[in-house]
């Protein structure tokens, strides 16, 4: 099994040009661990801001109200390098599938030119009604394809 492909994603998540949709978050004194790093856990939060701002930003209307919503399925954060308070974190955000019902969504955090961690979240489209996934609607998917990592 070749694992080439998946070498060439994981350095383009290193690379601010990946992404085309950003969010910043500034790290805060409470972020901060007991050795003076940003806590691993925070890494988490900063992503969900980011996946958030994504997905209401360029996600149609038509997912709004009573509409199906996105429900996080699977969250993997990967830890690149140490950054410290105070500071401000930018995280970019990129699709790399897009599913039937579901969207991979990956992210790099820069403090400044450094990719400090990188994400990876699954979503779910989800019928509040049912709680069961629901396909991704035509106008869905064309609002996410331009975000898709290497869509020029």
């Known amino acids: 099994m ?19 949709f950003w969010t910043s978050e500034k790290i805060r004194f409470q972020d901060v661990d007991r050795f003076d790093h940003v806590n691993n856990v925070t890494f988490a939060v900063y992503a969900e801001s980011g996946r958030v701002e994504f997905l209401e ?21 990967e830890f690149r390098e140490q950054t410290h308070y105070p500071g401000e974190i930018r995280v970019g955000t990129a699709v790399l599938r897009i599913g039937r019902s579901s969207v991979t969504l990956v992210q ?33 998917r064309h609002a996410l394809e331009p975000y898709v990592l290497g869509h020029e």
């Open 2 to 20: 070749s694992t080439e492909g998946h070498r060439d994603e994981s350095h383009a998540l290193l690379r601010e040009a990946s992404y085309r």
């Open 57 to 77: 930003s360029v996600t149609p209307a038509e997912l709004r109200g009573d509409a199906p919503f996105w429900v996080i399925a699977k969250l993997t954060v």
């Open 108 to 140: 790099g955090m820069f403090e400044g030119s450094r990719c400090v961690s990188t994400a990876e979240a699954v979503v779910v489209l989800v019928d509040p009604e049912s709680g069961h996934s629901v396909p991704l609607s035509q106008g869905v």
